[in-house]
């Protein structure tokens, strides 16, 4: 009867001692699930060229996290900047990416999106039961956007989101620092997605920018 339990607390020893040298970047989902589209409500794609700006802070934004099984990373920025460009790519018919708060190109544009990161908090555990391990995952993130109408140089819609996101994952004696990887990752696509749901739906819902929106497709149907 004694073997079992050292058995056990020697798999769990060697879980920690192990993971301590592993360094992970477990990647993110790039698609959008269906909790976005869910929170977005009303998806309506516009004849309107849209001109999108990532502020740097936003588009290139990693978390590291390092606990008793390893050092991880997640590309945080990437994984958004894909999710939010596919979720405009059903709301207008053409996206230009832009590396400037304004644009420059040759082709004309209707709007100009700009979006930064506001805040953003990520928490991450292990917790080694008698004959168990356990991850628990907490995320957050707050961004702000503005639209702009380029003729007329005024900012036409403000809008700020704040999302987060809560997981845990039990196994019965180890747990691979890949698996405790999705389930992390999990929880951060999961709060991606739902602050891009909630942006997209704010705009849908504001009379402001619909205003507007009516005067881009008019301006592009008379050209």
């Given at each position: 009867?004694?073997?079992?339990?050292?058995?056990?607390?020697?798999?769990?020893?060697?879980?920690?001692?192990?993971?301590?040298?592993?360094?992970?970047?477990?990647?993110?989902?790039?698609?959008?699930?269906?909790?976005?589209?869910?929170?977005?409500?009303?998806?309506?794609?516009?004849?309107?060229?849209?001109?999108?700006?990532?502020?740097?802070?936003?588009?290139?934004?990693?978390?590291?996290?390092?606990?008793?099984?390893?050092?991880?990373?997640?590309?945080?920025?990437?994984?958004?900047?894909?999710?939010?460009?596919?979720?405009?790519?059903?709301?207008?018919?053409?996206?230009?990416?832009?590396t400037t708060?304004?644009?420059?190109?040759?082709?004309?544009?209707?709007?100009?999106?700009?979006?930064?990161?506001?805040?953003?908090?990520?928490?991450m555990g292990?917790?080694?039961?008698?004959?168990?391990?356990?991850?628990?995952?907490?995320?957050?993130?707050?961004?702000?956007?503005?639209?702009?109408?380029?003729?007329?140089n005024k900012?036409?819609?403000?809008?700020?989101?704040?999302?987060?996101?809560?997981?845990?994952?039990?196994?019965?004696?180890?747990?691979?620092?890949?698996?405790?990887?999705?389930?992390?990752?999990?929880?951060?696509?999961?709060?991606?997605?739902?602050?891009?749901?909630?942006?997209?739906?704010?705009?849908?819902?504001?009379?402001?920018?619909?205003?507007?929106?009516?005067?881009?497709?008019?301006?592009?149907?008379?050209?």
């Open positions: 009867m004694t073997g079992k339990p050292i058995f056990l607390s020697l798999l769990l020893c060697g879980f920690a001692i192990f993971g301590c040298s592993i360094k992970a970047s477990p990647p993110l989902d790039a698609s959008l699930g269906m909790e976005a589209f869910e929170r977005m409500g009303t998806i309506d794609q516009r004849n309107i060229a849209l001109a999108l700006f990532l502020d740097p802070k936003l588009r290139d934004l990693t978390v590291e996290q390092s606990i008793k099984i390893g050092d991880f990373t997640f590309d945080v920025g990437k994984a958004f900047s894909a999710k939010l460009i596919k979720a405009l790519a059903y709301n207008f018919k053409t996206i230009h990416l832009i708060p304004s644009y420059h190109g040759d082709i004309p544009v209707n709007a100009i999106m700009r979006v930064a990161l506001q805040d953003v908090d990520v928490n292990v917790k080694a039961g008698f004959a168990t391990v356990g991850t628990q995952a907490y995320s957050r993130i707050a961004i702000r956007a503005d639209i702009l109408d380029p003729k007329e900012t036409v819609w403000v809008g700020t989101s704040q999302a987060k996101a809560e997981g845990s994952h039990e196994d019965v004696g180890q747990m691979s620092y890949q698996e405790a990887g999705r389930g992390f990752a999990g929880t951060i696509g999961d709060a991606i997605d739902r602050a891009i749901g909630d942006l997209l739906a704010q705009m849908s819902k504001s009379e402001s920018l619909r205003t507007y929106l009516i005067k881009w497709e008019r301006e592009n149907h008379d050209q």
